[in-house]
């Protein structure tokens, strides 16, 4: 198991699309925040509407999560999704998790 897996599992994120990227301690507001840096990604390979294979990668969006705290800590999530754009139809959507 990944050093990744591991702090995910700490957190209780359990979603194999999501990589760690980087982790900080931040203090905020006096209270101290250890910053998980992570990316939402998977591969689409047909559009769900009419089945056609053209899908392509359409820049990122960053969300902030607050995750449990524990140990006098407070835990943030910054996860960069990846959007999507239909080409043929122009639609767009989001990476999706159970998390967000």
Do not use: W
Not at 47 to 58: L, Q, R, S, Y
Not at 73 to 88: A, D, E, G, S
Request: hydrophobic share 30%; net charge positive; glycine share 6%.
């Amino acid at each position: 198991m990944s050093i990744s897996n591991s702090i995910l599992k700490l957190v209780g994120i359990e979603d194999k699309n999501i990589k760690i990227n980087d982790i900080s301690h931040q203090t905020i507001n006096g209270v101290q925040c250890h910053i998980i840096e992570a990316k939402l990604s998977y591969d689409v390979e047909r559009c769900e509407t009419f089945g056609i294979p053209d899908v392509i990668k359409n820049g990122t969006r960053q969300t902030t999560i607050r995750l449990s705290s524990f140990n006098g800590h407070r835990y943030i999530l910054k996860l960069v999704t990846q959007r999507y754009r239909y080409y043929h139809c122009n639609s767009t959507f989001g990476a999706k998790t159970d998390i967000v």
